[in-house]
């Protein structure tokens, strides 16, 4: 079951994204310089509001318990994994890609986004704040000093 609107399947805008529109945003995270950047709207609290909307209008909230929308979610990896399965490594930038390639790329990283936010939303996990913190642990945790060029987990540095 689709239940969070699966652009792929129905060809719908799952987070009604016309609510959003901001003409002066730059699209598609065109922001100037070398590094990719994305745009600055929505926020996940309002990709978080909008889906709450869409699954109240649908009455879905009785099938969007935490198990469900982690099992949605791994399925939405799923699909992200089988566009890139059989590919061998690809470039950044997915330069050998077509157009419709890319967009349904970001279909479906949307889905796992959108999943994701309501998981944590259903587990009352403020990810905004969360992700915040987990940053300064991982910062703690593999200093840039200490592990600058190396892909070594942090269990094997030695003090
Ligand atoms: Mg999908």
Redesign the pocket.
Known sequence: M?TNG????NGVDSNGATELHHPTTPKNGEGGGDRFTFSQEPTFEEVRRLQAEFTDERDWNQFHQPRNLLLAMVG?VG?VSELFQWRGEVAEGLPAWTDSEKEHLG??LS?VLIYLLELAEKCHVDLPQAVLRKMALNRLKYPAGKVHGSAKKYTEYKE
């Open positions: 689709a699966d652009a792929v399947s939405e699909e279909q479906e889905d």
